[in-house]
């Protein structure tokens, strides 16, 4: 039987996020032991310059799976706004009025839950398009927010390539 080690095991390598089975959950947007982006990097909104493509909204209350959506899916042409709160998201919206393409929306936040921010956004814009996304909902209920006219359902934990494909149908891009 070999001695025990005495330095402590090696981490397993950080996946990548081209990779297609990271699975988006709420992991770090940064490998663990690795400094986190500095603010100038890890701004949510991506001004500079015109648009590359389609604006979308990110509304969930869990801060790093949000960097992560947000990393994944500029790196595939859109910006990103991101908010942590439904009250942020309402806001968010509300100042890029008829420039937000489409708004990811967590079902199941503290404070304004994604029933009122939803109903809130369409009061503001009754043609905004909605991706739903929750792990927590009962079919009831995402029965019935797909019968008020949302742009689709992503249920958590999603692939990376879920998510793209999610976006690219609600937008009505090609696959």
Known sequence: MAPPSSSPPKPAPWPHAGD???RLVGRPHHPPGQPD????ESRSDVSEGPAPGPTLLVVDDEEAL????RDALVRRG???LVATTGMEGVRLFREHA?????VILD?????MDGRAVFDALQAIDPQVRVLVSSGYMDEGTAANILRRGVAGFLRKPYTLRELVDAVRAAL???G
Request: aromatic residues 4%.
């Open 78 to 80: 859109y910006r990103v």
């Open 20 to 22: 297609r089975e990271v």
């Open 98 to 102: 008829g420039h937000v393409h489409l």
């Open 107 to 111: 079902m199941v936040m503290p404070g």
């Open 37 to 40: 982006r500095s603010p100038q």
């Open 172 to 174: 009505g891009e090609p």
């Open 66 to 69: 949000c960097n992560l959506i």
